[in-house]
């Protein structure tokens, strides 16, 4: 379970430019949930992220997993639980590795990394089986330096790096944003299937809002750094795009854009 | 035939400290001057501990382990302390020059009839005769293939692959749990180690230690990575690393041609920041060249 309780965080302060992004935020997820969160810019969907990866700092207030305050720990020790996709698909890979070296490298996340041998020979099977379940024929690019694919082929090669170890919290950043939208609906469809397979804790930042009501078990619209629709269960099942659409215009006219 | 051998023998010793700066300008992408300041202090070391009778393959141990703590603290200025890199290499460069000179005690020290990686019973019995005059040039030929194997088999390790990750994409190591800051050092460690050891190998080669020798070296380094790297770069059965060598090799024969040609020394680095400008901006070009058509 991971609690948000009592979060403040402003940018700039003590200066004019001082924006107060969260006073007093709570957020819990429990364990398995898939939340989805929509919201227009700047309505603080990716500082809530960026906060529970430890990417940037809070003001005030506590961060807890299973109860345990990790308010404190750095954000790489953080990472160890958590599979991170960004919107940017250079974000999740290294372009000058091969795919091969990708992935190798994301499978000895947690078993440390010495002096033994990068690429596990014996592995290559099984990074096989992994890629052509994407469907992207990259199977038999293993070789290839990643920079060379596609964004759509890199986004999800990301994708599956972030979750092919034991991960507590899967987070997904607006990772369709940057797609075409058949890539996206493959990524999607990929990303649905995944959490499910794992039954890992997902919290999935889009702009899509049909992505927010078709996929997860809960629903947040974030407004000024405030939850202003927090659905879950069979309300959440039972919403519909047109039901949000309202109120994304309201809050999206009231921020001019 | 003295100046092929010695084109070999000084390139191929620059080649170790190319590949230390291979390491921090191309994969690390950290513009270290340290190496200005770490290449001496192998020279100084050097001298010193052979003056003193210590034997030769242990002033290349010594000699390492010195730069990659030079190295480390460069790292920890930049990591800990959040010094910009460029800043943080300047700053251990000075203090190495006062390091430097407090090692080896004046500006100037120089090595005849000591024992030296050259000079020694073992090297004079092996080589006799015809072979005599191949001594250095196999002896340097064997140690930097054996240091360039090493720094090969790292980079194939799991350690070496979050080496490459981090210059490619910092966000990556992070997000594997691996704290970005203490890869850095670690590269930072084992390049200045290079550099240290090449200067190491240099002041025994020239017989002399000298306060001024770093001078340049980042230069050098990083033309020779640069040649290496862009001429041979439709050569794709060549490792990088072999490439490298190779790079410091064409460019100190470039030197030596010039020098040959009838060029005061005095002027040696002007052209070689003039030539290294030269190589920097074709470098670049090509650089743009294969952005625009990935």
Known sequence: ?257 | MTLVLSVFEQGMIYAIMALGIYITYTILDFPDLTVDGSFPLGAALSAVMITNGVNPILTLVASFFAGALAGTVTGLIHVKLKVRDLLSGIIMMTALYTVNLRIAGRANLPLYNMTTLFENGFVSKIFTGALAPFANVIIILVITLIMKFLLDWYMSTKSGYLLRAVGDNETIVTSMGVDKGIVKIIGLAVANGLVTLSGCIFAQQQRYFDISMGTGTMVIGLASVIIGTSLLKKVSFLRITTSVVIGSIIYKACVAIAIKLGMPSQDLKLITAVLFLVILVIGMDRKKKVKKNA
């Open chain 1, 1 to 257: 379970m991971l609690e948000l309780k009592n979060i403040t965080k402003s940018y700039n302060p003590g200066t004019i430019n001082e924006i107060c992004l969260f006073d007093k935020f709570n957020l819990t997820v429990e364990d398995g949930q898939f939340v989805s969160v929509v919201g227009s810019n700047g309505s603080g969907k990716t500082s809530l992220l960026n906060i529970i990866c430890g990417t940037i700092p809070i003001d005030q207030g506590e961060i807890l997993v299973n109860g345990t305050n990790i308010t404190k720990q750095k954000d790489f020790i953080r990472h160890r639980r958590i599979g991170r996709v960004f919107q940017d698909p250079s974000k999740g890979t290294c372009p000058e590795m091969t795919i091969l070296e990708n992935l190798a490298i994301a499978d000895n996340k947690g078993k440390g990394y010495g002096l033994g041998r990068g690429t596990n020979k014996a592995r290559i099977g099984y990074y096989k089986e992994l890629l052509s379940g994407m469907n992207l024929g990259l199977e038999d690019k293993l070789h290839t330096k990643v920079g060379a694919l596609s964004g759509g082929q890199r986004q999800t090669l990301a994708l599956l790096m972030a979750t092919m170890n034991p991960i507590e919290f899967l987070i997904l950043d607006e990772h369709t944003a940057a797609l075409d939208p058949k890539t996206a609906e493959i990524v999607m469809e990929l990303t649905g299937r995944i959490v499910k397979q794992k039954h890992v804790t997902t919290i999935m930042v889009t702009h899509n809002l049909r992505y927010a009501v078709e996929y997860g078990d809960r629903l947040l619209m974030m407004h000024q750094g405030k939850a202003i629709i927090d659905k879950a269960g069979s309300e959440k099942q039972a919403m519909k795009v047109e039901d949000i659409l309202g109120t994304f215009n309201e809050i999206s006219i009231e921020c001019g854009n």
